[in-house]
């Protein structure tokens, strides 16, 4: 089973931590926002996924499994 | 409950030091939160360290509290039962400054509450409660000036000045960048500082700082006059 | 509405009778002289309601079960713009758990159409035919119309309609009314949900879907008026009798609201699949040379004039264009038209239009809008090619909602419809023709987004 990380678009503020502390899936655009890889996560990455994910300050990046319609997000 | 004098002594050294110590980290929770809103950063401090750095000094804070508030319960001079810890101006023992330690001390139980809860209770509803932190401050230093036994001390005078002044500075960084959105509320906090400090200026020289502030302030009769074996002649 | 499309409009819905021995008008049937069909006429043209839900709660069951098929049968595909097919939305909100409520959308947010407020004021009694039966194929009880609250004549004849069918509601739905704000984004299904349950008319974050949960917290069919219009003639005709007009794929009929330089420029219901130049002559024809269309409205396609003779009114023919129908609209541009400042005031528009909720669609509509303005004073030097493209790029599938892809697409098939005249620009600056009036019809009016909330409909 796989995760991915996603982004509430409304919730994001771009405050910018997710991109620090996951780097390997984001980066920022040119005003701050999060430009998101949905490249499954590996191993690791996930807790990392996870911690990027507590640190944001509005809740704006989720940690997915897997692609569903319906959705399940997990923070 | 009956514990040697020593042991009593060092409740009441702890109490007050663990006070002093809390006064200072919430202080730099408090600059921190506004670093931290403000979305200071260089690479050496990124986002996340300097958030990660206010939650945990604001945890480290409530640490101190915790101990601060059992030593004070826990020393047998002054008896103070763990409710007034909770419920302000109920106790014996200066009952509205140290009321006002409980108010404070409430505030900063239900903001690291909902801190800890924040995915449960919701952006708007957290961010609410946050805004406390700004009222629980002036608080809690008005509790330790009113409270407190070391206030005549040059060193936590210090303390007590250097911790304002980073306060008043960081609310004024809040308050100022993005003047003037938000008028209102941002002309309010500034009034509010503003006042505050004045009536700390004004009110520390006949208060806390006068020689008749132990009765003022509420100290039971037969505490006064006597103090702590340890203490003898240097606190009134 | 600004001038050009409001006066001197004949806004009499016509139909296209181009095609021989054509079962057209179908939704238009009956309308003359543009005056609006009473409950009485409306029964007269297309025969009473059929029930739905029968007697006995098997049958009740069955019943929709029926009437589901039947649209699944039909293969009637969404008029807000999206062409989802409609059997699908129904099957998902009746799978989904709790009492389903089903929503009209009139709002209209899209200024080059005209289609759903023409048939709400006068085929109002077609509109919640359909919005009756589909409660009734999911067992929701309350239907809500919404219409835009520029639109008082749509109200009013939507209020008039209701009070005719106060006497004949076997159906047991209740239906309501509700005046929904102006700007472009209200009409999108979860920004009207949201304004249904007391907040702004403003997108919200899915999951979960409006299907899962809607207004009031229930499963929720959201179509377009005339999506529903079409179900209502489906349950009295069937599906084999829909299917014998249009492609395989996009069977039936549709309204389109053609703006531009015509004779008669308005509504007209035209077969799918029917030619854009048979629609062209439908309305009179050109009244001078077109230099092309934007199709499917301000988040469509632009194609240019070579393409104007071969294309198809349906999404299959218009794919080879890159374009899509939309909610059916077809704004025709003259060659006394710019069409690089044409595309500037549009991408302006659209970036004004935005929720302001996502950072990458108000700050990349932005830029967008900036850059193609630069480039019709001459100003944007020779990378802005090049900068579109990567904003558009930055900006695409990073909202929340589909409005800054439309922009984009918008933006970018202009480059391509009128490679040319971006290239003369990027290099000689004004042309003459920026200076004449403009053609596009954009309100001119400032945004009141936040002139309401939903009172109604929201328990």
């Known amino acids: 089973m796989s995760s991915h990380v996603r982004v509430n678009p409304i919730a994001c503020e771009a405050h910018g931590m997710c991109a620090e502390l996951l780097p390997e899936r984001i980066t920022l655009d040119e005003w701050g926002y999060p430009v998101i890889d949905d490249t499954p996560l590996h191993g690791s990455q996930v807790a990392h996924a996870i911690r990027a994910a507590r640190a944001c300050p509005t809740f704006a990046l989720l940690v997915e499994r897997e692609r569903a319609k319906s959705g399940s997000g997990r923070r | ?236 | 509405m600004n001038a050009t499309m409001s006066a001197g409009t004949d806004r009499r819905p016509r139909a296209d009778t181009q095609r021989a021995g054509s079962a057209l008008p179908r939704v238009l049937a009956g309308v003359r002289d543009g005056a609006h069909l009473t409950l009485a006429q409306h029964d007269a043209v297309h025969g009473p309601l059929p029930a739905v839900r029968g007697r006995g709660r098997r049958h009740a069951r069955e019943g929709a079960a029926r009437m589901i098929e039947e649209i699944a049968q039909s293969g009637l595909r969404g008029h807000g713009g999206a062409a989802f097919p409609v059997a699908t939305k129904m099957h998902a909100v009746a799978n989904a758990r709790g009492r389903a409520i089903v929503v009209a959308n009139a709002t209209e947010g899209e200024p080059a159409s005209l289609k759903d407020r023409t048939l709400l004021e006068l085929l109002p009694h077609l509109v919640l035919d359909g919005g009756v039966l589909a409660a009734e194929a999911l067992g929701a009880d309350r239907l809500l119309v919404c219409v835009c609250d520029s639109s008082a004549s749509a109200y009013e004849a939507a209020t008039h309609a209701l009070a005719e069918r106060a006497d004949h509601n076997e159906s047991g739905v209740q239906v309501e009314l509700v005046r929904t704000p102006r700007h472009y984004v209200a009409g999108q299904e979860s920004a009207l949900v949201n304004f249904l349950n007391g907040g702004p008319a403003l997108p919200t974050f899915t999951p979960p879907m409006v299907f899962e949960r809607g207004v009031a917290r229930r499963p929720t069919l959201v179509n377009n008026a005339e999506t529903l219009a079409h179900m209502a003639l489906i349950a009295r005709h069937g599906a084999a009798w829909f299917r014998e007009l249009g492609t395989a794929s996009q069977p039936g009929s549709a309204l389109v609201t053609v703006s531009g330089p015509v004779v008669h420029p308005g509504v007209y219901e035209v077969e799918h699949g029917s030619s854009l130049a048979s629609l062209i002559d439908a309305c009179g024809g050109a009244s001078v040379r077109l230099r092309g269309a934007l199709i499917g409205g301000y988040a469509g396609t632009w194609i240019g004039e070579q393409h104007l003779r071969t294309a198809a009114l349906s999404n299959d023919h218009l794919a080879a264009h890159g374009a899509t129908l939309g909610a059916g609209v077809v704004v025709l541009l003259s060659e006394r038209a710019c069409p690089v400042a044409e595309t500037a005031r549009a991408a302006r528009w659209m970036a004004d239009q935005s929720a302001r909720q996502c950072g990458p669609c108000l700050n990349g509509l932005y830029a967008l809008a900036d850059t193609v303005a630069e480039l019709v004073r001459g100003e944007a030097g020779p990378t802005a090619g090049k900068r579109i493209d990567r904003l558009a790029s930055l900006v695409a599938r990073r909202g929340a909602c589909g409005h800054p892809d439309g922009a984009v697409n918008m933006i970018l098939s202009a480059t391509e419809a009128f490679a040319e005249d971006f290239s003369r620009h990027s290099q000689h600056g004004p042309c003459e023709l920026c200076s004449r009036p403009a053609e596009l019809p954009l309100p001119a009016r400032p945004v009141d987004r936040d002139a309401r909330r939903g009172a109604e409909g929201a328990r």
Not at chain 2, 69 to 96: H, K, N, Q
Not at chain 2, 202 to 214: D, I, N, V
């Open chain 2, 1 to 236: 409950m009956s514990l040697p004098l020593a042991t009593s002594n060092a409740y009441w050294y702890l109490t007050r030091s663990t006070g002093a110590v809390a006064l200072l980290l919430l202080t730099l929770a408090l600059v921190l939160g506004v670093v931290d809103v403000q979305r200071w950063s260089t690479p050496r401090w990124p986002r996340f360290l300097v958030d990660s750095l206010h939650r945990n000094v604001a945890l480290l804070a409530l640490a101190f509290l915790l101990v601060h508030v059992l030593t004070a319960v826990l020393d047998s001079f002054t008896s103070i039962p763990l409710i007034d810890a909770v419920v302000p101006f109920v106790g014996s023992y200066r009952p509205f400054w140290l009321g006002l330690g409980a108010i404070s001390f409430d505030m900063i139980l239900a903001v690291i509450a909902t801190s800890l809860l924040r995915q449960h209770i919701g952006f708007n509803a957290w961010r609410a409660i946050h805004w406390l932190t700004y009222a629980c401050w002036p608080i809690a230093l008005l509790h330790g000036l009113g409270t407190g036994s070391d206030v005549k001390f040059t060193w936590l005078l210090a303390i007590s000045v250097l911790c304002l002044l980073a306060v008043i500075a960081a609310v004024l960084a809040r308050a100022l960048i993005g003047w003037p959105s938000n008028l209102r509320v941002r002309g309010a906090a500034l009034g509010g500082t503003g006042a505050f400090t004045l009536f700390l200026v004004l009110w520390m020289g006949q208060g806390p700082l006068s020689s008749e502030w132990a009765r003022r302030s509420g100290t039971p009769v037969k505490l006064l006059g006597h103090t702590h074996a340890a203490a003898a002649g240097k606190a009134r």
